[in-house]
């Protein structure tokens, strides 16, 4: 079974280029992208990282820019990749639901091929969650199979550039539970939202929900993912690397070293072949 990383962000050459231009127009990616240390990969730079950690298949976001152009310039890229190379990049589409024309945006991606959307940001793109376009997208992502990628925010601990601005926990599940039938990535362990599927009622409406493991190595301590595999079930955790914060070369190995071998090729691939089979 292939090795598939579930969490990546990759723009668009000119985009890396115009990292100062972006910055002085959007503030979330000025926040995360101002630091000329902060990476910024395009789809290039994110194969060859891919093939010098031995990842066959990588979910790619970009970023949840607020102007229409951007999302536009981002998406183009996102879809260019994967025509690219089919078989090793899975687009997720950038959208903005605080402006009206979100959902053709989102049906011309699905169209073109995008597998889902993500990493969705409502609060730094200043919409709602649980408003009405956030079920709307949770209804057009369920009726077409597509997945949604959500940055969880955590409620508690340090605070980092882009750690706010994401969805909360709590947010997610109230979410998940109206929309079962919808298939969700809660990012970053899901903010620590995986504690909770100890209750049953909570258990139940998060069937469709699965948790990645980005950035969790700056998070919390070396044996978090052990813990949410145990807490979620070992079909319900995925390998991400945040790449290029992280060198998915670096972070599966740390997995790897981590987790029983079984449960080491679920989490590092076998989930994700699942969830995003043809
Ligand atoms: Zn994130």
Known sequence: MP??????????????????????????FAEMYAHPKAAIATPAELLAAMDAAGVERAVAAGFAFTAAADIGEQNACLLAAMREAPRRIIPLATINLADDSWRRVAEEALAAG???????RPHNQRWDPLGAAGHGLCDLAGAAGAVLLWHVSEPVGHTYPGKHGGI????????????????????????????????????????????????????YDEHSVARAVDLAGTGRVLFGSDYPLLSPSRQLQRLRALLPDGIAQAVCGDNAATLFAD
């Open 114 to 120: 995008a597998r889902g959307f993500g990493e969705l």
């Open 168 to 219: 909360s926990p709590a947010e997610l599940c109230q979410l998940a539970s109206v929309h079962p039938a919808t298939r969700m990535i809660a990012a970053h362990l899901g903010g620590g939202l995986p504690f909770y599927l100890q209750m049953p009622e909570i258990r139940a409406a998060l069937a469709n929900v699965w948790f990645d493991t980005a950035a969790a190595s700056l998070l």
């Open 3 to 28: 090795t598939i990383d579930s969490h990546t962000h990759v723009f668009a050459a000119a985009q890396a280029e115009a990292r100062g231009e972006l910055c002085a127009r959007d503030a979330a």
